[in-house]
């Protein structure tokens, strides 16, 4: 057996100093390298640095044994390589932890502008973890800023908010760090945060029913507002 594994090495050697072999696996990378760039979670992209976050023999280990508490057959067909799914999942599903650098990047590139009125993002859904059970939590997200002489790409908002969802954390805090976030790196005259969020650690266990946590978040000029303005009455109408 081991000399099957040298005379293989040998000849993997041998075909990488191939040129044309050479080239069709390095574009072949190059073509991944492409198709992570467009993944939306940049997931495997990012793989190897999120190796340094996460401790993944433990994360391995906790899976099986979960499994093994729950008396299942781990060599069942349905349940072999259900931890190294499990863990790749979590890649994504926890993709928030340890981001400061990434939303740095989003939240950088700003443009001038001497717009005055509110600008209104509604509706971005994401996904994230509640920190008592890890079970899901759906959320719907309504964010309004006044900017100060800058503003940001239109995307750069739900690319942020995504992040910031990804891990496990109160609603509370969650409504919280975006207004921050954004008072942090654009420094807009006032911003406003409207989460309503669906638990499922209520839907699917304890009381089991379907309701809509509402949280917010303001500051700047949408808590102070001048006389005769009310631009936290405006943002309520724009995303009634």
């Not at 594994?5 to 191939?18: Q, T, V, Y």
């Not at 050479?22 to 467009?38: A, E, M, S, V």
């Not at 089991?208 to 001048?226: A, M, N, Q």
């Amino acid at each position: 057996m081991a000399e099957y594994h040298k005379r293989a090495a040998k000849k993997s050697n041998k075909l990488w100093k191939d040129p044309i072999v050479r080239k069709r696996r390095i574009d072949g990378i190059k073509n991944l390298q492409i198709l992570c760039n467009k993944c939306h979670s940049k997931q495997h992209e990012k793989h190897n640095s999120r190796n340094n976050i996460f401790i993944e023999g433990d994360l391995l280990r906790g899976v099986r044994l979960i499994l093994h508490g729950l008396r299942l057959n781990l060599n069942d067909k349905n349940f072999i390589g259900t931890p190294e799914r499990v863990v790749r999942s979590y890649y994504e599903i926890f993709e928030g932890l340890n981001t400061t650098q990434e939303i740095e990047e989003i939240l950088s590139s700003t443009f001038p502008s001497n717009y005055t009125g509110i600008v209104t993002e509604t509706n971005i859904k994401c996904f994230s973890v509640c920190p008592h059970h890890l079970l899901p939590i759906e959320y719907t997200i309504h964010i309004g800023y006044i900017p100060d002489k800058q503003i940001l790409g239109l995307s750069k908002l739900p690319r942020m908010i995504e992040l910031l969802a990804k891990k496990p954390q109160l609603q509370e805090t969650f409504t919280q760090e975006i207004c921050h976030t954004i008072e942090k790196y654009l420094k807009p005259k006032g911003v406003i945060v409207i989460v309503k969020g669906r638990h499922f650690c209520m839907v699917m266990r304890g009381i089991k029913k379907d309701t809509l946590t509402i949280t917010s978040s303001v500051s700047g000029i949408f808590l102070k507002s001048p006389k005769g303005k009310n631009p936290k009455d405006e943002f309520l109408k724009m995303i009634d």
